[in-house]
């Protein structure tokens, strides 16, 4: 027998059997390869859940024995609903000793719930606050407009309707300081200038850009100028014709395309609805996505903030376009058949005094205030303000700007952006957790804020409860019950971000080459989540990892060979290029295999893009030239871009024919640290992944769960792929018994065995196992893969 020539690298081998194997030199890729220089800061250590052994978290949710009927098979995902806010415990017993806090902040829930109904007549009536703050038009065409302003001693209306003259049109204080003026029908133009002109108790007048305000916009081409609010009330030919296309069901693999609109240009500038609705979206259909996040839609006066410091929250950004331009957007995206989702930014809110909400703080008391007062409404280290969400006005205000992106937009569901910084009154910061459950539940905890994601839950319930819409949560800290359903006293979102999946992969990157990287480390951080009980949306890298400063996995990979190593002019290339390529490949399967129950990639990153982001700012003269994304690189077929692009295309084709990324079996059978090999099983696929840099495996055995044909569907060693072709697809693996799992000489538990011709070094290949007439030219799910690279 024949053993690898490869040095042991870490821990043992953690297959039980030696594998029977040859190994060779790879010849496209070589060891001790150069790679990029390291960055010189150091990250943040990881954030995790539960530190558990893989197989304590991997188990076959299969029932005992190795037979199963052909099709994937999932769990079913069933509510305990509850009386007392603890149904959740039946899941996760631990969460019995926090039943105080549970039950606490569920009475909490309970009360603010009845307290609305008996307010508004429920939670879909009181989210309608745009029907009656803000700028309404009865049937008449009279004009209404109402701001809740408790500290004000005086309001009035001004604009370019009335010369921005503060004395002829006072506005009346109402019962709870909601103050009112009604205008003639056509007082104010379509698209006309407004502000609020308002009396501070210190005698000082000040102008303000209105809270529920629909469109804003500072006056193009000047420095520095402020938003002003903009009456938006377009004639009926100008108006967005009205939503024609079906909303799609939520796919069962969330596979996200997070795209920002203004940066999605090939040019040097702030790109627009429309043109995205054009040259982007058939993009993100054409790649295999079936998901776009929106990201800075809603109205945020300074560009660089990515959209994370918003200053109108019922605004349309107006760097790219109109309300009807996004609602065409939006459309667009459904006839192509794409979930839609916004990225809503309801945990601060920036604090600019001219341009926005924060206008509205007038040093008054919390109870007449959007915002807690002091350090508690203040964001040290996102110099932001905080909402006070214990506040009925708040709670109508933010519950109301969700149901005006879903009535007004039609958008699918959100993705809750900073959900750490609402869960506790330290913000997740100079905090790492540990996943020790006290960190969880207690006097840190803040109940306001839950509550209020808990009556924003129930509300998606309540508009759709046919298809209520997604939410998604960035949290790092790991929360329970977070995405279990409200009725069973969860948060009740759908998924959380799993954020330690990126970090995990930069921190290798970085401080590790890859020769050093820990299998057991990466299936460990993959795995670490409540599976089968709360669900992940993984990803290798977001737009966080884009931002200048940072870096992409392909500028770690490849760094200033991707200026000068790209051109696919028939030679091999640098090693630098084969290796980063490789690996971009590999980190993206994996990732979308083994890491959550649905996917997510930021725009551009899909093709290795090769450069950081940069906003326009004074620091770069306001150049718009790293504020874009160069697709044409992609097109290009004398780069190597496209094979990335053509691999990523190739891995949601397979995704979509088997589903696999949100299948409920997943089971990892080998991590082998010598080999630098992991096997796992994703629903009826097996994944064979190779990140030794050197060592090609010739008559390697793996562990199958069935007997039967196993043909290759996936081979990033394809030439499609830049690879070398040497994994052969003709080929059926027949299987061989291998006793019963666990028992006396049984290989790695498994029901059966196949032994590879080849699995090359730094790639993957991924198996199906053929059904009774099934032919053996073509694996039917390579032919769904190629179906898609030939579209």
Wanted: proline residues 5%; negative net charge; charged residues 20%.
């Amino acid at each position: 027998m024949q053993v690898s020539t490869a040095m042991s690298i870490g821990c043992a081998a953690s297959s039980p059997l030696t594998q029977t194997r040859v190994a060779k030199r790879d010849r496209h890729v070589a060891c001790g390869a150069p790679r990029p220089s390291r960055a010189a800061k150091k990250r943040q250590p990881l954030s995790s859940f539960v530190a558990l052994a893989p197989q304590q978290l991997l188990r076959n949710t299969f029932p005992a024995g190795c037979s199963r009927s052909a099709g994937s098979a999932r769990t079913a995902h069933t509510v305990a609903a509850t009386a007392d806010g603890l149904g959740i415990c039946e899941y996760d017993d631990t969460l019995l000793a926090f039943k105080d806090h549970l039950s606490y902040r569920w009475e909490r829930f309970q009360q603010t719930l009845a307290s609305i109904e008996q307010e508004a007549g429920g939670l879909a009536a009181f989210a309608q606050g745009y029907e009656h703050m803000g700028f309404t038009t009865a049937e008449d065409g009279t004009i209404t407009y109402r701001e809740w302003l408790p500290a004000a001693q005086a309001v009035s209306l001004i604009g370019d309707f009335n010369g921005w003259d503060g004395g002829r049109h006072p506005m009346d204080r109402g019962e709870g300081g909601i103050w009112s003026i009604t205008l003639p029908a056509g007082s104010i133009p379509h698209s006309s200038r407004v502000k609020l002109h308002a009396l501070k108790d210190t005698g000082e007048w000040v102008d303000r850009v209105p809270a529920w305000i629909t469109w804003a916009r500072a006056e193009p081409g000047v420095m520095g100028a402020k938003y002003d609010g903009i009456y938006w009330d377009p004639p009926p030919e100008q108006r967005f014709g009205g939503f024609q296309a079906a909303r799609p069901d939520r796919p069962q693999t969330l596979r996200i395309y997070e795209a920002h609109v203004g940066m999605s240009s090939t040019e040097a500038k702030v790109n627009s609805y429309a043109e995205f609705t054009r040259d982007v979206l058939p993009r993100i259909k054409a790649a295999g996505y079936n998901c776009v996040q929106l990201m800075a839609v809603m109205e945020h006066s300074y560009y660089a903030s990515f959209g994370y410091h918003v200053t109108s929250p019922f605004a349309v950004s107006s760097r790219s376009g109109t309300p009807e331009e996004l609602k065409a957007l939006v459309e667009r995206a459904h006839e192509l058949g794409l979930h839609v989702l916004l990225d809503v930014v309801h945990s601060h809110i920036s604090n600019n005094i001219d341009d926005g909400l924060n206008g509205f703080d007038f040093g008054q008391h919390e109870g007449d205030n959007y915002f807690l007062s002091g350090e508690r409404g203040y964001h040290w280290l996102w110099d932001s303000r905080l909402y006070n969400y214990d506040n009925r006005e708040v709670q109508r205000y933010l519950l109301s700007n969700l149901r005006w992106w879903m009535d007004e937009y039609n958008f699918d569901g959100f993705r809750f952006d900073g959900v750490t910084s609402m869960l506790y009154h330290h913000h997740g910061l100079q905090m790492e957790f540990t996943g020790n459950y006290e960190e969880y539940f207690g006097t840190q905890t803040n109940v306001d804020a839950v509550v209020y994601l808990m009556l924003a839950s129930q509300l998606g319930q309540e508009l759709r409860p046919d298809g209520p819409p997604t939410m998604i949560a960035e949290d790092v800290s790991g929360m329970p019950a977070l995405c279990r359903p409200v009725a069973e006293g969860g948060v009740g979102f759908d998924y959380r971000l799993a954020m330690s999946v990126p970090d995990m992969w930069i921190s290798m990157l970085e401080d590790q080459s890859d020769e050093e990287w820990s299998m057991n480390r990466i299936v460990s951080v993959m795995c670490n989540r409540r599976r089968g009980v709360e669900q992940t949306i993984a990803y290798p890298e977001s737009h966080d990892q884009s931002i200048v400063g940072d870096k992409t996995i392909a500028f770690w990979l490849i760094d200033q060979e991707m200026y000068t190593g790209m051109a696919d002019d028939g030679t091999p290339g640098s090693m630098v290029v084969a290796r980063g390529v490789a690996l971009h490949q590999m980190i993206r399967l994996i990732t979308l295999g083994l890491g959550g129950e649905g996917y997510l990639n930021f725009m551009g990153n899909e093709f290795g893009h090769p450069e950081w982001i940069d906003f326009p700012r004074d620091g770069n003269d306001w150049n718009y030239d790293k504020c874009r994304r160069r697709f044409d690189l992609a097109d290009d077929g004398l780069l190597r871009y496209k094979h990335l692009l053509h691999w990523d295309v190739a891995m949601h084709a397979l995704e979509e024919a088997t589903g696999f990324a949100s299948d409920d079996h997943l089971l990892v059978s080998s991590q082998h640290e010598e080999d630098k090999v992991i096997v796992f099983e994703r629903g009826d696929l097996v994944f064979v992944f190779n990140f030794h840099p050197c060592n090609t495996y010739e008559e390697y055995k793996i562990g199958v769960r069935d007997g039967g044909r196993y043909k290759v569907c996936l081979d990033s060693d394809a030439y499609e792929f830049a690879g070398e072709g040497r994994v052969p697809h003709d080929w059926a693996y027949f299987s061989e018994p291998a006793g019963s799992p666990g028992g006396e000489g049984n290989f790695n538990n498994r029901c059966a065995t196949i032994t590879l011709q080849t699995v090359p070094a730094r790639t993957v290949q991924v198996y199906e196992k053929l059904l009774e007439g099934e032919a053996e030219v073509d694996s039917p799910c390579w032919v769904a893969v190629r179906s898609a690279l030939d579209a």
